[in-house]
């Protein structure tokens, strides 16, 4: 966890983003020497001189121990462009951000998500469809994406929960930030069910130009992002902008051409986004199906190969251990249990957590077949 503070520090510095932190990467390798580094070696990397005066300036007031012990008082994790465990349809994408902070989980079945926006004054029309939409997709194991605001967003994370599934909220704070307040409760239960994710440090608060770089990781989370209800000005239409340009599809919702709430979903449709009446809509357009979606959210049973593998399952049956732990309830030598489980990673049958934790590589159901 030490080598994140300097993921960190860089991501709170103003002008720092993920061209400028691939460029870091590429000419120091490492960002703690990129955090010791001086004024001219900055500029090696290709950092004009007002990054590098910001990073100068910027990085004597900062406190990098103190910044990860606020993540864990959070209750959050980080992660970099660099973990494994990172977003896979985010770090498809040029504009990737270099760190997320998340408070939850996300999984490997996350890539199946779809994206839901929409106006802040939903009317009981948008809630109803956002229901009748959001709950089969969830039954087909698609996780949905929101951005926890207000009206068609909390509706199509509370209609995920409603339909036990998982759904994940992007804020436009930092992770210990919930804004609005009457969402805690909301956040509270999408943790436990899915994930809260932020770009921003812990700390920041609902700044206004912080919503269309949320906008730009809702969307980037998913593989399609569905407008509902929006008016023709309405926030959701920056996400709409942002799916086309990142390549994802966008689907809008058709309404009363005399309604308000209306006037930005019909000019989506008449600009060529895809209608949508009902969620195969959606699962046609995405080339998926119901049967392919939970055949892919699941995680296929596999017997294991040797007895080593087998006493490792069972060991993690129950929950994620630390390598240390493993070994004990084994029996075995490290050296054995560290090599089965580098090959048991590359099989899918585990997963590496932080701190040299080990997970099934499952969410859940029908466990590992031992025999």
């Not at 959070?74 to 994408?93: Q, S």
Request: net charge negative.
């Amino acid at each position: 966890m030490s080598a994140r503070k300097y993921w960190l520090g860089f991501n709170a510095i103003s002008g720092i983003g993920p061209v400028r932190f691939r460029a870091l990467l590429r000419h120091f390798g490492d960002l703690a020497d990129a955090w010791a580094a001086g004024e001219s070696d900055l500029r090696a990397a290709g950092l004009d001189r007002g990054t590098v005066e910001s990073i100068i300036s910027t990085r004597a007031t900062i406190d990098l121990d103190r910044m990860l012990e606020r993540v864990d008082r959070a209750g959050a994790t980080v992660l970099t462009l660099e973990d494994p465990d990172y977003p896979a349809l985010l770090a498809e994408l040029p504009e990737a951000p270099p760190v997320l902070y998340v408070k939850g989980t996300l999984l490997d079945q996350d890539r199946w998500a779809v994206a839901f926006v929409g106006t802040r004054r939903a009317s009981v029309y948008g809630k109803e469809v956002t229901y009748s939409l959001v709950t089969p997709l969830v039954h087909a194991g698609i996780t949905i994406v929101s951005g926890l605001a207000l009206g068609i967003d909390a509706t199509a994370h509370r209609a995920a929960l409603q339909a036990g599934g998982r759904t994940i909220a992007v804020l436009g704070t930092g992770i210990d930030v919930i804004y609005p307040h009457d969402h805690s409760k909301l956040a509270a239960e999408i943790t436990d069910s899915g994930a809260l994710v932020s770009i921003f440090p812990p700390g920041t608060g609902p700044e206004a130009h912080n919503f269309p770089l949320r906008n730009r990781i809702v969307s980037g989370l998913a593989l399609g992002t569905v407008v509902v209800e929006a008016p023709a000005s309405s926030g959701a239409l920056i996400t709409a902008d942002a799916a086309a340009e990142q390549g994802r599809d966008v689907f809008a919702v058709p309404g009363n051409i005399n309604a308000r709430t209306s006037a930005g979903t019909n000019s989506l449709i008449q600009a060529g986004a895809k209608l949508v009446t009902c969620a195969e809509d959606i699962l046609e357009e995405l080339n998926l199906t119901r049967t392919t979606v939970e055949t892919r959210a699941q995680i296929v049973e596999i017997a294991p190969d040797s007895p080593v593998e087998a006493a490792l399952l069972g060991a993690l049956a129950d929950a994620p251990l630390h390598i240390d732990d493993l070994c004990q309830a084994c029996s075995l030598p490290i050296t054995e249990v560290s090599s089965t489980l580098a090959l048991m990673e590359l099989k899918g049958m585990v997963r590496r957590l932080d701190g040299m934790q080990y997970a099934l590589a499952r969410s859940g159901g029908e466990p590992y077949r031992l025999d």
